[in-house]
């Protein structure tokens, strides 16, 4: 069965960097997207980012480009989320997803992680 572990998650000043990683087994990296989603307490998922796995295109949210950058290394089937200039609205519980196509979308995606949590400081 296909398989997502998210890493890479921690506490953060504001301003400060982080990177996450999410490995992939199975047959989740064979094609299709690989993407970011984010979740705080009373919200709702928020996408983040997705790239393509054969391409490396990459999509992303308005409220993190700029700051945040996907990438994915298809011979470890690793996509990697690096943060940078973390702000106090990026704390959340970030989930790695993967999917057929692009979308902003947490519905199209077949595959999930447990999530990893992000908190940024003051």
């Known amino acids: 069965q296909a398989q997502l572990v998210e890493s890479g998650g921690g506490l953060v000043q504001a301003g400060g960097s982080l990177r996450l990683s999410c490995v992939a087994s199975g047959r989740t990296f064979r094609s299709g997207v690989m993407g970011w989603f984010r979740q705080a307490p009373g919200n709702e998922r928020e996408f983040v980012a997705t790239v393509s796995v054969n391409s490396g295109a990459a999509l992303y949210a308005d409220s993190v480009k700029d700051r945040f950058t996907i990438s994915r290394d298809n011979a470890k089937k690793t996509v990697y989320l690096q943060m940078n200039n973390l702000k106090s609205e990026d704390t959340a519980l970030y989930y790695c997803?993967?999917?057929?196509?692009?979308?902003?979308?947490?519905?199209?995606?077949?595959?999930w992680g447990q999530g990893t949590q992000v908190t940024v400081s003051s």
């Open positions: 997803a993967a999917g057929p196509l692009f979308s902003r979308g947490p519905v199209d995606y077949n595959f």
